[in-house]
RNA sequence: GGGCGCUUAGCUCAGUGGUAGAGCGACUGUUUUACACACAGUAGGUCCAAGGUUCGAUCCCUUGAGCGCCCACCA
């Protein structure tokens, strides 16, 4: 440990230090506070300090904003460690369902499949592939800048135990009447195919049309005149006199008729519109009058919930297609084509009044920037009443603070008028619902229980089924696709304890039956003749192409399994439902509590599925059809609903990724179990984080942590600067604008990038990101080494601790250690204030400018008096050491070089070192 | 439409009710036994504008302008 100056280079070079420091802290333990020095010199505190990291996505990588956050959190954690605080900061990432699940799809697109084509839970292992590979590189890159984050301690949003915490909360909410399942406008994004939350919206201004259209005598205004076909009322204010003897009233007005084919020419109909009153309306805006379409405008869907007399009709479906409810004139269309389309019929039908050129701001999908669509669809809600109450409250009575205050006014509007949170989502990845439903009737089972499962397959492909050839009661085999397909499904249906395969005998099933039976490891398959497919009579080995051509039949647009068409001499789905029925109820009775998979065919399956949904033939439209060896699984319930039957299905939706991450400090400290973690560690301190998800994130952890742990999960929310490109830009890596702090850390070192991050993050306000900031970081790291250099080399055989703090002899010693003095007290008060920009800026004055500057100079004069000189050198040994000291959490590694070469007569690292008083 | 923040040296930003500061840059010296990634100096500002309060305003108040951000169901 003993070193000379000379053994130490004339500059700074932190590429030879920074990963070799890290490392020694690494193998020190004293990342992880169960692990603290023992033998210390100071008093170590029982009491602790805690902080978890926000955790980043796991798709994400290191940018400016962790950087300094990063920063932020480690300069609070290092200091308090050195206090002798019981010091813990909790790493972890985050699922980020809909951000991770769009990543792996566009991955998969490379080899040109959907995850459709992997079926659910293929594309599921596929993503923790994905996450195994990719999903730790920005934990690595924390380690880069410096964290002192406890790494024994990492925890995942998608890890075991988390995953029963997520449940459990999901039951505990439900069965308090805070969860509930209901049908209400939402907003959807049709490109992620999900539902989304009010606060993952984001606007984005479009110019667009502004068209006046006439509903009899009125004219109302729209910026989306197909939405018009889903119209079920007008609104008008109750107080507007030039209305009032129409409200209550139904007026027939004129309208396009949607049933009229697209290629004819529009006809006008005939249509009736109940005119209602409600408060919402602007009378001043427009005409005064606004049509009510509930179910595509989160409006109208309000105004609908005060008028429930009126209906709801869907005229865009989940595809942000219109529905066949729209008419066939526009069904099928994308919104904005069927936009264009009835404005055009609108026009020629003299319906249109005026049209304006009009901005206006459109909702998007904070994930992919697509337009969303607002559509009527059944979603898990949270009521958010109380919970926000309580949040409110957290605040006002300042047990959560805000620093700097202002943000507090952002979290309390915010919370003062939240609607309802949407919490499903239609993705995959994600927490899973727990919530079954039986097959018949739909009622909700909680968490539900299974004595036995039935897993029915669809056959893998045949080249038939890629000219969509009927294939009845041909016997086609699988093609190549189909038997990977096939190994897919078997792969899929490992663990899960398969005890039987029944099969029909065609080839296509029974070969997928085997290729499944080999992937289990050998499962007995028995054949049921029962189970072959449909006979489709004289349409047998067609196409419908050809079979139209030959004249032989004649479908309109519906596929012959999809509707009610039996064709001659072929099966009648009567048949089909006796005998597809028989063999269930047979083989339910004779093989009650196994696990079975049935291999059989896609109109025999969905025959069967409408019995157990007990559907007639109509209403089998909503059943969706099967792909190639898809899986359908149900579950046999232990005992059956009140209805009778007992099949039961998992809700598939997912939980929206903030209701996980609103328990991240609970949860990663161990709750629900109490344990000693949670106990020690919960609440934890502080929580730094960006503000553009104060709402999103801090709002809900506040509400969660209180109703569910009974605790505020922190006390001092601190939001950092946002970092800005120069001009004031945002930075994005998408338009280039991004800086890469790992590129600055390599060509400065991280003590410079922390430095340069830390001296900008004045007064909280945004930054404008300057690089200069950061030479001037390592200017200042090379700084201090050259200053160390210096006085290594005059000490002498001095060594750390001293005795006694030295005593001033000359006025240069007495202005020094009072600016020492002065400096603690001032660093310490910045600190505690969360003031980092102020504190590395006193310091930077203190060390240059007082301590080398004036100090330095002068100790070479003193070192010339006898009389002076041991006490010169105590000065400097002693000042030298607390600067480190205080340094420390904002350099850490330049700081802990140094101190590894100061003679001393412990062997601490700098970190564990007792924090100046 | 509502709210918030910002406007100070060439650039990035501190700051104070009493003659205005840092870092970087520019310029002039200095290779003086830690550091030229340095040292000693110098120049450079109607503190966005107008009005008000005050003995005195860059700071407090009002209004306005510019820039940025957030929220919002004005069809």
Known sequence: MESKSTELSSQYN??????????????????????????????????????????????????????????????????????????????????????????????????????????????????????????????????????????????????????????????????????????????WCPRCATSLSDLEIEYKEEKTKLYYIKYDMFSVATTRPETKLGDTALAVHPSDMRYQKYIGEAIKIQSVDPAIPAGDQPKLKEISLKIIADTSVDPAFGTGVVKVTPAHDLADFEIYQRHPEIPVMQVIGENGRMTHEAGVRYAGLKTKEAREKIAEDLASLGLIE???????????????????????????????????QQAIRAVGSGNVRFHP?????????????????????QIWWGHQIPVGYCVA??????????????????????????????????????????????????????????????????????????????????????????????HYGVLEGFTLAEAEAKGIVTFRGESITGSGFTPPDGETLEELEARVNETLHRHKKQHAHKNIVVVSHGATLRTLFRVLRRLDIPQAKILPPMHNAQIMHFGIAPQACKCGSDFIEKDENVLDTWFSS???????????????????FY???????????????????????????????????????????????????????????????????????????????????????????????????????????????KIGDLSLPLAHAPKPKTAADKKLLSALAKTKKQLEKHIEKYEFGQAIHLFYEFFWHEFCDQYLEA????????????????????????????????????????????PKKTNLPLMVEEWPK
Not at 148 to 159: A, E, V
Not at 361 to 387: A, D, G, H
Not at 497 to 511: C, G, N, V, W, Y
Not at 882 to 897: A, G, R
Request: glycine share 6%; with cysteine.
């Open 683 to 793: 609440p934890t301190q502080v929580l730094s984080t960006a503000r553009d998800i104060i709402n999103l994130w801090v709002g809900r952890m506040v509400f969660s942590g209180i109703e569910l742990a009974k605790k505020t999960p922190f006390k001092d929310v601190i939001i950092h600067a946002t970092i800005l490109t120069k001009d004031g830009k945002r930075m994005s890596k998408s338009l280039g604008t991004g800086i890469d702090p790992l590129d600055l850390i390599e060509r400065f070192g991280a003590d410079a990038t922390r430095f340069g991050l830390i001296w900008q993050a004045m007064g909280n306000q945004d930054m404008h990101w300057s690089e200069e900031h950061v030479i001037a970081g390592k200017k200042f790291a090379n700084k201090l080494w050259n200053a160390s250099r210096f006085i290594l080399g």
């Open 859 to 902: 100790s070479k004069q003193q070192f010339a008096n006898p009389d002076l000189a041991e006490r010169t050198q105590q000065i400097l040994i002693h000042t030298l050491a607390d600067s480190l000291k205080l340094l420390h959490p904002f350099m850490p590694f330049v700081t802990e070089e140094i101190w590894r070469h100061l």
């Open 662 to 680: 609103a328990l991240w400090p609970m949860v990663t400290l161990g709750w629900p179990k109490k344990t000693k973690d949670f106990k020690t």
């Open 354 to 388: 005026k049209v304006e050129e009009y901005t206006h701001n459109t909702s998007v999908c904070y994930r992919c920037s697509s337009v969303l669509e607002p559509i009527f669809s059944t979603q898990w809600f949270m009521k958010m009443e109380k919970l926000s």
């Open 405 to 425: 205050k202002r943000w507090e006014k952002i979290y309390l509007d915010w919370l003062k008028n939240t609607r309802d949170w949407c919490i499903s989502r």
């Open 441 to 534: 009737c739909g009622t909700i089972k909680l968490e539900p229980k299974t004595k036995g499962n039935w897993y029915f397959v669809r056959h893998g492909e045949t080249d038939w089924n890629i000219v969509r050839r009927t294939q009845g009661s041909s016997d086609i085999p699988l093609n190549e696709t189909g038997r990977l397909q096939a190994k897919g499904a078997g792969s899929t249906l490992k663990e899960r304890h398969i005890d039987l395969i029944i099969s029909s005998p065609q080839k296509r099933a029974k070969e997928t039956a085997e290729i499944i039976a080999r992937e289990l490891g050998g499962v007995e398959i028995i054949i049921d003749e029962e189970l072959r497919e449909r």
């Open 14 to 187: 932190p590429k030879d230090v920074e990963n070799r420091i890290y490392r020694r802290w690494m193998e020190s333990g004293f990342f992880n506070p169960d692990k603290r020095p023992k033998s210390k010199s100071y008093k170590l505190k029982s009491k602790s300090f805690s902080v978890v990291v926000p955790p980043p996505n796991i798709t994400g990588s290191l940018h400016m904003g962790h950087a300094l956050n990063a920063t932020i959190q480690d300069i609070l954690v290092r200091k308090k460690r050195m206090e002798g605080y019981k010091t813990l900061w909790l790493p972890g990432t985050d699922h980020a369902g809909i951000a991770t699940q769009n990543v792996v799809e566009k991955d998969l697109k490379k080899e040109g499949k959907t995850r459709h084509d992997l079926g659910r839970e293929r594309f599921i292992s596929r993503v923790w592939e994905w996450r195994e590979k990719y999903g730790n590189i920005i934990l690595d890159q924390f380690k880069k800048i410096g964290s002192s984050l406890d790494w024994s301690r990492t925890r995942f949003t998608m890890d075991s135990e988390y995953q029963e915490a997520v449940k459990k909360v999901f039951v505990y909410y439900y069965k308090k009447g805070w969860i509930y399942r209901g049908k209400r406008t939402i907003n």
